[in-house]
């Protein structure tokens, strides 16, 4: 399974609980990327897995996951201005 899990005020609300929750999910066979509408140039260094950054386009217009984790999940679908 894929899980996409957002960056700014998800991931950075409580980075151990998500860093638990990668390392847990990864021993179970899944996958999980950080899934940002941050620009490349706006780098996220700070995390122990790939990132995937969509440019402030939809996020499900770059990746298909089979679940979402996200604070705002309206830019899952939208793309920001």
């Not at 929750?21 to 700070?46: C, L, N, Y």
């Not at 440019?55 to 089979?66: E, G, P, Q, V």
């Amino acid at each position: 399974m894929l899980i996409a899990l957002d960056y700014d005020k998800t991931y950075t609300a409580d980075p151990v609980l998500w860093e638990d929750f990668i390392q847990s999910a990864r021993a179970r066979g899944h996958t999980v990327k950080i899934v940002t509408m941050r620009r490349p140039d706006e780098v996220v260094s700070d995390v122990p897995i790939d990132v995937v950054y969509t440019s402030r386009k939809a996020k499900a217009s770059i990746i298909k996951a089979d679940i979402w984790i996200d604070d705002s999940p309206h830019w899952i679908y939208q793309d920001a201005l």
